[in-house]
């Protein structure tokens, strides 16, 4: 029986524009893995959550608060691609219980020796009077944006599962002002020079003094403590070109060099706070406030004018005035994060590539991609070619100049062309393609949240002609992965006790990705920091909520600068659902027209199988849109592809659902 739920919570939107699909089909390979592999992640989180955490969500795991947010980071975008509602309840109650936990004059209940890690519900490692910083070493070192943009995105998330809640809202205005100069407690930034004041910042101001503990890890990176995977992450060159070892067994020195620390690189900016700009947009999302654009805008131009002066290359440190290299006899590399941290660019790409996206969200000007388009052209114009033919290209700059030849990673290509998608940035990537000679571009890998973009290779072939298989190939690698995960957890022996005693990270339960890039039509969000990206995003409006309606699949099959293609498939056989699709992650985005086939077969059905072998008929219809919805009605086991035009970013972006009414509106908390 046919049936179309007609739910309590159900939103009538009778002015919007509505088509139904009308082909009755089998529903593709794609679409069945992508509604099992969400039910498999749903009870994955479950499991996890009872396993490894106590029932108000503290996990059992001791380590730097973004690593305790990060087991839940996409539980909430979860959600809002179509999971249950549970999924999102776990990932805020335990974002709240941990917050709780690790807050100023709180220990966590179970690890005591733990320090308390934030002030005013965010980063801001306070040590208590008497005792010394010596978890992680003696680092203070969670408050610099590559970890506070990784566990920011738990954050971020809630943002598009439930935009209406009032503590999140105050809390978005309270975490944005400590990075505008609005909160006298975190005096970060400083409007004047327009830097913000420290790498090393939170809720309690900018870290200006270092310990020896400290130097020795970021300098040295550490000494046989485990943590030299960062390995070198700044050099107080040309000031010392050569530090000698053991500089801190001689008291004198040791002061020496802290005190060069203190003014080299802890005294100034570095481009790698541009993470910023997701805190501050994620407050403009939810409030539609002017002044936090002002200030992104603000902040990304000063840093595209300080690379301007230096010849096009961002320069990865700038004194307190502002000035690049300013207390480096103005050498513009060698800070925190920068140009000479291992991998080179790995830490400082990701804020570069989270302002320009932010930056255009917010202005619907493509001239800020310029911000990371740039740095990738500097990599690319410094290349060499191997013998075998294989592209290679710097990854770090130091005194011999540019050095540490590795072919190019796809996450920051990936993440500029969806931005654009212009033949520009086509060309770029189809550049590093035709100088590939070790990477398989079709092959997905089976990997977990965090990478530098492997499985974008073969979404780009897919999207380029070149990987037909890549929806379904994705989707199996989730599930593979995701399967042993789950199974894994259900037989993990340990009680509480042993899981506590051993202290060690548990699995990632909710794998999004795949998620992400097959229904959404956008790269993964930047793990450390990245608000989402998506081409189209879903609500159900029978049961008032984001996501996917139960029994939905979606795939956008195809990409260009002016339209998107759609795939929507109901997969069950008995209910009708009806899907809302927006333009856009936040409605920045803007439908024209939706053009589609329609089938009909004459009459009514007086015998199956006559039915069954009538000739069909098919029109092509188009339907204005000239919004920022549209609906589609799904009987029983039909697909629709839907060829859609798109005006992009030409909309204020907001959290807002359809039913909102285009703002949020939220009454403010006071106190």
């Avoid at 690189?265 to 994620?282: C, E, K, M």
């Avoid at 290209?393 to 005194?399: E, L």
């Avoid at 109901?570 to 009806?578: D, E, S, Y």
């Avoid at 592809?641 to 907001?654: S, Y």
Wanted: hydrophobic content about 35%; some cysteine.
């Amino acid at each position: 029986m046919t049936t179309t739920s007609v739910l309590p919570n159900a939103v009538s939107l009778p002015d919007m524009v509505t088509v139904t699909a009308t082909e009755v089909t089998a529903p593709p390979a794609w679409a069945l893995f992508q509604r099992e592999l969400i039910a498999l992640m749903e009870e994955a989180a479950e499991v996890m959550m009872a396993k490894y955490a106590d029932p108000d969500g503290v996990i059992y795991f001791a380590d730097d608060i973004d690593d305790l947010y990060e087991r839940v980071y996409n539980w909430s975008l979860f959600y809002a691609l179509g999971a249950d509602r549970r999924v999102h309840d776990l990932a805020l109650r335990s974002w709240n219980a941990m917050t709780r936990a690790c807050g100023s004059g709180r220990r966590n209940p179970y690890f005591p020796w733990q320090l308390p890690q934030t002030h005013n519900e965010y980063y801001g490692l306070t040590v208590p009077p008497g005792e010394r910083p010596t978890y992680r070493g003696g680092q203070r070192w969670i408050s610099d944006w590559h970890h506070q943009g990784e566990g920011n995105m738990a954050f971020y998330h809630v943002g598009l599962a439930e935009p209406t809640s009032a503590e999140n809202v105050d809390r978005a205005r309270r975490f944005a002002a400590m990075f505008m100069g609005d909160d006298p407690e975190a005096p970060n930034y400083d409007p004047r020079y327009k830097i913000i004041r420290s790498p090393i910042h939170g809720s309690t101001g900018p870290f200006l003094h270092a310990n020896a503990e400290e130097v020795i890890a970021w300098l040295e990176g550490g000494k046989g403590d485990g943590y030299r995977y960062y390995g070198v992450r700044a050099t107080l060159h040309p000031v010392v070109k050569d530090l000698e070892q053991d500089w801190e067994q001689t008291p004198a020195r040791r002061d020496e060099i802290i005190k060069l620390f203190d003014d080299i690189v802890l005294n100034g900016d570095i481009p790698n706070t541009l993470g910023a700009t997701a805190l501050v947009t994620n407050a403009y999302l939810y409030t539609g406030d002017e002044r936090y654009k002002r200030w992104v805008l603000e902040y990304v131009d000063v840093w595209l004018d300080r690379m301007r002066r230096n010849g096009g290359i961002m320069p990865d440190n700038v004194g307190p005035t502002g000035q690049i290299g300013e207390q480096r006899g103005g050498q513009w590399w060698g800070g925190l994060y920068g140009w000479y941290h291992f991998g080179g660019f790995n830490v400082m790409f990701h804020s570069l590539t989270v302002a320009a996206e932010c930056a255009l969200l917010l202005s619907g000007d493509y001239g800020y991609l310029e911000l990371l388009r740039s740095q990738l052209e500097v990599l690319l114009r410094n290349a060499r070619t191997r013998d075998d033919g294989q592209l290679l290209v710097p990854h770090k700059h130091g005194p011999q100049g540019w050095e540490d030849f590795h072919p190019l990673r796809m996450q920051e290509l990936a993440h500029l062309y969806h931005a654009s998608l212009s033949s520009e940035d086509h060309a770029l990537i189809a550049q590093v393609r035709a100088g590939e000679r070790e990477r398989d571009w079709n092959e997905v890998p089976s990997e977990g949240e965090k990478n530098a973009g492997n499985t974008e290779f073969a979404r780009f072939q897919y999207y380029d002609g070149r990987n037909p298989g890549w929806p379904e190939d994705i989707l199996r690698a989730e599930y593979q992965l995701a399967v042993e995960t789950l199974e894994a957890m259900r037989r993990d022996e340990r009680d509480a006790a042993a899981i506590i005693a051993d202290n060690r990270s548990p699995p990632h339960a909710v794998l999004t990705k795949g998620l992400t890039q097959v229904a959404l039509g956008a790269p993964e969000s930047v793990y450390n920091g990245g608000l989402l990206r998506a081409t189209v995003r879903y609500f159900d409006p029978d049961r008032a909520r984001p996501g996917l309606p139960p029994d939905v699949s979606a795939l956008v099959d195809a990409l260009a600068p002016d339209r998107v293609g759609i795939q929507l498939v109901n997969t069950g056989t008995t209910a009708t659902r009806t899907v809302i699709v927006q333009a856009g992650a936040f409605c920045e985005h803007q439908f024209t027209a939706v053009r589609y086939r329609e089938e009909s077969r004459a009459g009514p059905v007086r015998d199956p199988r006559a039915w069954m072998r009538e000739a069909r008929t098919y029109a092509d219809r188009t339907v204005p849109v000239d919004g920022t919805y549209f609906a589609v009605r799904l009987p029983p086991a039909t697909r629709i592809r839907l060829d859609v035009g798109l005006r992009r970013f030409v909309n204020r972006p907001t959290y807002a659902f359809p039913w909102h009414g285009g703002r949020v509106t939220v009454p403010r908390q006071e106190g």
